[in-house]
C-alpha cells in the first residue's frame, strides 16, 4: 500500500524559515513516483496548489510564494521537501503534499498525505 508521510510543520514567526517533508513509501514494493506537487488550504478556503516537481525534476511554485518558497527531492529517500522561507502570516494552512505514483498492482494513481499544519501567528 502506497502511503506518503509528511512532517516538519508547527509555529513559526513571521519572517522565519520551516521545511515540509513527504517522503513516499509502498510496503517494499516497488513503485515509480511521476509528478509531485505540494498543496494547502487555509482556515475557510479551498485548497489551492503552492508549486510542482516533475518526474524529470523540475520545479515550479505559484506567484504567491515565489521567491520564498522552494521544492527539492532527494531520490534516495522518495523524498519531496518544501522549504518555505520568509513565511508569514497568510501562509497559514494546511499542507498536503500529492504525488502520482505507478504500482504494478494499482498503475498510475494519485495519493495525497495526511497533511501538516503550518502557523503564523500574526
Known amino acids: 500500500q502506497v502511503q506518503l508521510a509528511e512532517s516538519g510543520g508547527g509555529l513559526a514567526q513571521s519572517g522565519t524559515s520551516l521545511t515540509l517533508s513527504c517522503e513516499a513509501s509502498?510496503?517494499?514494493?516497488?513503485?515509480?513516483?511521476?509528478?509531485r506537487a505540494w498543496y494547502r488550504q487555509a482556515p475557510g478556503k479551498e485548497r489551492e496548489l503552492v508549486g510542482t516537481v516533475s518526474k524529470g525534476g523540475a520545479t515550479n511554485v505559484v506567484d504567491s510564494v515565489k521567491g520564498r518558497f522552494n521544492l527539492s527531492t532527494a531520490d534516495s529517500k522518495n523524498a519531496m521537501y518544501l522549504q518555505m522561507n520568509s513565511l508569514k502570516p497568510e501562509d497559514t494552512a494546511v499542507y498536503y503534499c500529492?504525488?502520482?505514483?505507478?504500482?504494478?498492482?494499482?498503475?498510475?494513481?494519485?495519493?495525497w498525505g495526511q497533511g501538516t499544519q503550518v502557523t503564523v501567528p500574526s
Open positions: 509502498a510496503s517494499g514494493r516497488w513503485f515509480v513516483i511521476n509528478d
Open positions: 500529492k504525488a502520482n505514483i505507478w504500482t504494478m498492482s494499482q498503475g498510475s494513481v494519485d495519493y
